[in-house]
């Protein structure tokens, strides 16, 4: 059993047993890349305050997010064709998530179905929508995360068009992979990965394959998908479908002042300041600056999430002292996924939250919930002064 120590131990690892069709998906960005890799380094010019001579005693990372209780205020992302990570990924993660005690959030590109997570997991789980054009799909699996329980719907507002990924095309991604002769000398060194997926019957789009007319296998689905997402989503459309859900509504993919003004406006239970982790609009500014003057702007009329760029609980610490409610990890807990399944998301979150309890007690805090800015030592550039 290696020893784990960092996020970066579980890359390491998840590169060496992952196909690499699934881990380039995972470790990539759109087009150069750049919004893919500021949304790291730009946490590394936020430094932090060292505090002495405070009790660091009776420390908490608990908290709420969305009024639900948390063992600490991260959640994890929805991200599409986990169960290829990992064989049954989705379970696995959901069921790591709910045994730490923070919300998992199903993507509507995962392998495992919402049925199947609901029905490996006791307690609710949030659902990730991406709109398609056929409304009866839309309804019909909204309905399916109700009777699921799901306990929030996070509305995915920033991939009406994907975002294009080089190391997709060339890898000639599928799910499950084609059997080219490169593929099958990369599966050659990735057995344990092969085994578990063959032992499993979950090997393609769960929520889609057999729910959406006209899709019953693989083939069909990759042409679906680029026709189905629907590029006319407007407010408008989020409005109906907040009142077609009727429960706690998350907007995702909010990154702009002006949008954000928007999404407390139609009465969204949290937003989530995300660039899609740089996978969409290659160009645009890293989460954590744009977080700032969304705060400022909102942070009195609705509850605020970030994600893109987190690797470790002195980000998450970093994020929550600029005035998020709470942060999501993608990249982090597939990491641990590739590495050593459900075991792996658990380190993932284990050594998250050592961090970010660490770091709040040399910060000279013993509770996150009353995090604020003093704790962090911002360039007074930060945000950049942009035209
Ligand atoms: C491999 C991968 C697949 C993703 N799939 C989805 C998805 O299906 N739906 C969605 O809303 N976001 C998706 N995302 C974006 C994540 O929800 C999240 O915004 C992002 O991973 C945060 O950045 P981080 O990976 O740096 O933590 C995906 C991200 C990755 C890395």
Known sequence: MPVI????????????????MFYDYCESGSWTEQTFRDNESDFDKIRLRQRIAVDMTNRTTASTLIGQDVTMPLALAP?????????????????AAEKFGVPFTLSTMSICSIEDVAEHTEKPFWFQLYVMRDEEYVDNIIERAKRAGCSALVLTLDLQILGQRHKDLKNGLTAPPKMTPPVIADLATKWRWGIE?????????GNIVGHAKGVDNMNSLSSWTAEQFDPRLDWDTVRKLKEKWGGKLILKGILDV????MAAEVGADAIIVSNHGGRQLD??????RMLPSIVRAVGDKVEIHLDSGIRSGQDML??????????????????GLGA???????????????????????CGRRDVNTFDRDMVLVPEDFEGRWA
Do not use: C, N, W
């Open 197 to 205: 997926m063959l032992q499993t019957k979950r090997r393609s789009f």
């Open 258 to 261: 002006e949008d954000a003004k």
């Open 5 to 20: 120590t960092s996020i970066d131990d579980l890359k390491r690892l998840h590169k060496r047993r992952t196909p690499k």
């Open 318 to 335: 970093k994020a929550l002292a600029m005035g998020a409610k709470g942060v999501m990890i993608g990249r982090a807990y597939i990491h």
């Open 283 to 288: 160009g645009a500014l890293s989460s954590i």
């Open 79 to 95: 991200v599409g064709l986990t169960g290829m990570q990992r064989a049954d990924g989705e379970i696995k993660a959901a069921r």
């Open 340 to 362: 050593m399944g459900e075991e792996g998301v658990t380190k993932a979150l284990e050594v998250i939250h050592r961090e970010l309890d660490i770091t709040m007690a040399l």
